[in-house]
């Protein structure tokens, strides 16, 4: 790649990111929906043609935030399910994962709080479809040590799905008690805790009925 070629990437690159870092912040106070791409592109100080050489439309755009606001918490409770052992060193470790993502991304956590069930299908899709595939991930993590005490697959499953679901209300639940309410964090974190332990009691005698 020529300078002049590289140059013009690292700019291109540029401007796509303040395209979005905009559009995240203008939907602190609204959905996608009601957003205009306008709004958008006199926030970064660009004409609107120059929107379509980053994105087809502003649910394009959301998609790429969609990737972005979930793709690190994907790694992240990866890292946590594969490193901790008993259940109560990976709650612990879990929850307190998720409300270090809400403090470091709160705009990211309202952003997919909103549009999980807003008005914009591709992006309610995007957010589906990233949370079908942790629960996937969380499943895998499962099975090994749920088939042999005969879980079949369906309830593995069903299981992920609970523990992916119980972490987007606890992000959701973290993010309304930000900021600087650290009584309210450590209720939600409490919460959270014993909701998980629950769920974990609950699966020990799942297959037992």
């Known amino acids: 790649m020529s300078h002049t070629s590289g140059v013009r990437q690292a700019q291109k690159e540029k401007t796509r990111r303040a395209l979005m870092d905009a559009a ?5 106070d609204q959905s996608l929906s009601s957003l205009g791409l306008r709004e958008v592109t006199r926030a970064v100080g660009v004409a609107p043609a120059a ?9 394009d755009l959301g998609v790429a935030l969609v990737e972005e606001s979930l793709g690190s918490l994907h790694h992240m409770i990866g890292a946590i399910l594969a490193g901790q052992d008993g259940d109560e060193e990976r709650i612990d470790a879990t929850v307190e994962a998720v409300a270090e993502h809400v403090r470091r991304y709160p705009a990211h956590i309202r952003f997919i709080a909103r549009e999980r069930h807003g008005g914009v299908r591709a992006v309610r899709e995007a957010i589906a479809a990233e949370l079908d595939r ?8 499962f099975s090994p040590r749920l088939t042999p005490d005969g879980w079949p697959p369906e309830d593995v499953r069903m299981l992920a799905e609970l ?5 987007v209300m606890t992000a959701t639940a973290f993010l309304e008690a930000q900021p600087d ?19 974990s009691l609950g699966r020990r005698h799942w297959r037992d009925g």
């Open 24 to 28: 995240l912040g203008l939907l602190e």
């Open 163 to 167: 523990y992916v679901d119980h972490m």
């Open 181 to 199: 309410h650290p009584r309210l964090e450590r209720r939600v974190a409490d919460t959270a805790r014993k909701q998980l332990m629950l769920i």
């Open 134 to 141: 942790f629960a996937d991930e969380v499943a895998a993590d």
């Open 51 to 59: 929107f379509y050489r980053h994105f087809r439309d502003l649910s």
